[in-house]
């Protein structure tokens, strides 16, 4: 029988696991999350040999006939086995410890054609009884939850788009990822990261800044100082104050 937990308040030890960055093309997305510990790049733009990481390359490969031979909602879910079955038994310096999603907008078109090519049809609108959208829906979570449950960092990274509202000339920036799959992956995120480069070049300068995060994190809490290094480069991350405890902290010791 299931042990009902107690009535009391918890004081949890708070460690950010899930992030989401987004930014213009060539603002550092790829770069920022290729600092994390052990990271394996699970890529869409064949731009990934430009990187340092390892990386597996994610497709959609249709044979003569224009079927598939081979499906994206497959291969993750290979990975995903491999990443729970494999990776823990490998050497500790061997394992992967964050998984970067680059780019989840496209994983999701990618979702989106497996289904449709797989069932003969254009869109997932020709597919009847809404049967093709509950079909993406349940991979995509599928797939965002599995990350989730890995004991790993995860990170999304998504474009970005840029609104112009005609009336008073003000732009506005957000990700480009669609708001109703923008709402299934960040429910899972802990921390949401926008990148932006100042100047050109060889003059440029890389930003980074916190749009949105799940608590207030102390930096005492990060156990990895890797992470921790990569977070306080971020502006709006922490307080000021619990960065100036932890540098006195350190040192006192
Ligand atoms: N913080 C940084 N310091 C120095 N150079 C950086 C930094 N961030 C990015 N760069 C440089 O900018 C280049 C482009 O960065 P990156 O490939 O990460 O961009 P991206 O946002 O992933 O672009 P895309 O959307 O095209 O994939 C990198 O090759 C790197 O040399
Ligand atoms: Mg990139």
Redesign the pocket.
Known sequence: MIILPKVQTLKPKSEPRNFFIW????????????YFPNPLILNT?G?SK??SAPSIQLRNIRNEKGRLSQSVIKQLDEIITALQVENPKRPADQQFKTIVV??IDDICVMIEQAICLDAGVQALSDIPYGKGYAMFNTALQQFVMDLKALPMNVIY?S?ELSITDENNGVTAYEPSLKTKYYNVVNGNCDVVIR?K?IGDGQN?S?FREVKALRTMYDPANITDHRILQLLE?CSGMFKKEDLEKLQQKKESK
Do not use: C, H
């Open positions: 930014g213009s093309p060539m603002t550092g997305k790829s770069y920022f999350a290729s733009d731009n430009q990187g680059d780019v990274i474009r990148t480069k440029a890389y480069s």
